[in-house]
């Protein structure tokens, strides 16, 4: 069945380093990849998301590209600020499963000062 | 905020109990998911409703059940509560569940307390 694989965590860094959070996928068709951010005491929101192979989703400074040839959607930002300090987690919908997503683990990011 | 509303914010109760969680997804989304969310088992999804009908289940346990009402809010009921069922349960909605996902809000959970 359809499956998500992230990283583990946690991921500690200080404040402008580069951040990547490793997200593979396994799918059949073509899914839509997320990821969600979870801050500290809240739920979970969208941070990004790609539809189809070799879009880019951004937002907030993160980017992350659907790349179906490595089936990955790695997330990415320059410079972290200790405010991206949160879990984020990886997501795939495929229509053809079940219509319900697919979620990785959770990666939680601590950004240092 | 994101417009979902979950009640009560924190559930203290005791094993062998049963009790109701409650969720009112954003104005004009018909679907509602249920997730678990635990320190060993990650995000779990349980369930969603879409206009009133369940549409899809996950990692749901016999002794949880849950319905959507004519007013598109839904409840999750947890009976014959156990300690492992402490957790942080979400509610999310969206617009639909065709083909292409709309994003999925998340309500701001409900702590349960099985004590």
């Known amino acids: 069945g359809d499956s998500v694989t992230q990283m583990e965590g946690p991921v500690t860094l200080s404040e402008e380093a580069f951040l990547t959070i490793n997200c593979t996928y396994t799918?059949?068709?073509?899914?839509?990849l997320f990821w969600y951010v979870q801050y500290p005491g809240e739920g979970l929101q969208l941070l990004l998301k790609?539809?189809?192979a070799d879009d880019k989703g951004s937002n907030k400074g993160f980017e992350a590209t659907y790349r179906k040839e490595t089936t990955s959607f790695h997330l990415e930002k320059g410079s972290v600020q200790v405010s991206d300090s949160a879990v984020y987690f990886c997501?795939?919908?495929?229509?053809?499963?079940?219509?319900?997503?697919?979620w990785g683990l959770g990666t939680s990011l601590a950004v240092n000062p | 905020d994101s417009g979902v509303t979950q009640t009560p914010k924190h559930l203290i109760t005791a094993t062998g109990q049963r009790v109701t969680l409650r969720c009112s997804p954003r104005?004009?989304?018909?679907?509602v998911y249920w997730y678990q969310q635990s320190l060993d088992q990650g995000l779990q999804f349980l369930i969603q409703?879409?206009?009133?009908?369940?549409?899809a289940k996950g990692n749901i346990l016999e002794r949880f059940s849950a319905q959507q009402f004519p007013d598109l809010h839904s409840e999750l009921n947890l009976s014959s509560l156990e300690l492992g069922d402490s957790a942080l349960y979400f509610c999310?909605?969206?617009?639909?569940?065709?083909?292409?996902?709309?994003?999925?809000?998340f309500g701001p959970g409900t702590r349960l307390t099985v004590l």
């Open positions: 999310a909605s969206s617009v639909n569940d065709g083909p292409t996902l709309h994003e999925q809000f």
């Open positions: 104005s004009g989304d018909l679907s």
């Open positions: 409703y879409y206009n009133g009908e369940e549409r």
């Open positions: 799918a059949t068709g073509y899914p839509s």
């Open positions: 790609a539809t189809k």
């Open positions: 997501a795939l919908y495929n229509a053809g499963n079940n219509r319900k997503l697919i």
